[in-house]
């Protein structure tokens, strides 16, 4: 059973950078067939997605945030990280690690976060 | 469109049956996925692809999708499936993800 770990500060000043981390375990980054990707939730609000990273390093990011969002991959530790510069209170949130599973039906293909971390709460205060 | 539209909140008396919406037009191209999150636990995937459960979750849990429209059913709803539940797919590019806004699941 594949297992997501979040790990990173808890507390970031307004204008810096958030980095977290992500670990898996009992799983590889390099398996095809998977998106590797960061989605926040800010408190009592639903859920953001922030991006995605695939095994060969090809990302995409939310619009919204992608001035601002770097996703990269370390295949030799089996991690996937998140930086997040210029942040500000909005930026609160708890932010979770995911693997975004991709599958192939006669409709064609389909996609579903079918593992997660169990959350980094960032506060972003001075 | 870039936008999954989800019912805030939806009750069912305990025992009955309970249908979550979500509505977009790149549901026209992926199926969503649902996941039922509770207070304080990360988010679990409940129903993925044209109508398929994940080990673990009950057989009470059901998929299905019509044109922009797909819908998560609770067949004889407990009170442990009171929580939030959040749709999914891949927008018409297929390039990015979203995410409805959500629908709180209250069992009376």
């Known amino acids: 059973q594949v297992q997501l770990q979040e790990s990173g500060p808890g507390l970031v000043k307004p204008s810096e950078t958030l980095s977290l981390t992500c670990t898996v375990s009992g799983g590889s980054v390099r398996s095809g067939s998977y998106y590797w990707s960061w989605i926040r939730q800010p408190p009592g609000k639903g859920l953001e997605w922030i991006g995605y990273i695939y095994y060969s390093g090809s990302t995409n990011y939310n619009p ?29 949130a708890v932010y ?8 192939y039906d006669s409709y064609g293909y389909h996609y579903a976060f079918d593992n997660w971390g169990q959350g980094s709460l960032v506060t972003v205060s001075s | 469109s870039s936008e999954l539209t989800q019912d805030p909140a939806v009750s069912v008396a305990l025992g009955q049956t309970v249908r979550i919406t979500c509505q977009g037009d790149s549901l026209r191209n992926y199926y969503a996925s649902w996941y039922q999150q509770k207070p304080g636990q990360a988010p679990v995937l409940v129903i993925y692809g044209k109508n398929n459960r994940p080990s673990g979750i009950p057989d009470r849990f059901s998929g299905s999708s019509s044109g922009n429209t797909a819908s998560l059913t609770v067949t004889g709803a407990q009170a442990e499936d009171e929580a939030d539940y959040y749709c999914n797919s891949r927008d018409s590019s297929g390039n990015h993800v979203l995410f409805g806004g959500g629908t709180k699941l209250t069992v009376l």
Do not use: G, H, M, W
Not at chain 1, 96 to 103: F, G, I, K, L, S
């Open chain 1, 64 to 92: 919204s945030l992608k001035s601002r969002v770097t996703i990269s991959v370390d295949t030799s530790k089996n991690q996937f990280s998140l930086k997040l510069s210029s942040v500000t209170a909005a930026d609160t």
């Open chain 1, 96 to 103: 979770y690690c995911a693997r975004d599973q991709e599958y």
